[in-house]
């Protein structure tokens, strides 16, 4: 049994780029940096790795419309090796990571789908505990035992 699986977090090093392939099927190129950071004998190290990442139909008008330069990605994918001949006559190699899954990061500050300043208050008042509901132990009903059977109509939410 064989495994081609990949997985890296990153941040995009350029833009989606979406294309369309002559059968009309959507596809993204972009690019992930990850680094890895390790102390050594002179102090502190990093090494990054820059990967060329390939999404496919759905995944790709994804990509496109949600990604963008700096944003943080999780990808999961299988490696590809593709090989051609250039415009000189070489023969070309180009690794990349085919997408199987992808989980956008956080969205940047401003963001379309960000809190609206109302929003944002009422969020900040909770994390200063000056608008948090008030909640008593009767509240919740008796506590289960541990043989106990919990009842659908016990459950307060």
Do not use: C
């Not at 972009?30 to 496919?56: D, S």
């Not at 023969?91 to 990061?105: A, H, P, S």
Request: avoid cysteine.
């Amino acid at each position: 049994m064989n495994l081609n699986k990949v997985f890296i977090l990153g941040n995009l090093t350029r833009d989606p780029e979406l294309r369309q392939t002559p059968s009309g099927q959507n596809v993204a190129t972009f690019g992930v940096a990850t680094n890895r950071i390790w102390g050594g004998p002179t102090g502190k190290q990093t090494q990054t790795e820059f990967h060329n990442i390939v999404a496919w139909g759905r995944l790709a008008e994804i990509a496109s419309q949600y990604l963008a330069k700096g944003r943080l990605v999780l990808v999961e994918g299988r490696l590809n090796t593709r090989t051609w001949q250039d415009q000189s006559g070489q023969k070309r190699n180009r690794t990349e990571i085919v997408v199987e899954t992808m989980q956008l990061g956080p969205r940047p500050a401003g963001a379309s789908g960000q809190f609206t300043p109302q929003q944002q208050n009422i969020t900040q008042d909770m994390q200063q505990n000056e608008i948090l509901p008030e909640v008593q132990l009767e509240d919740f009903g008796e506590p289960v035992k541990d043989n106990e059977e919990v009842k659908v109509e016990n459950i307060p939410f």
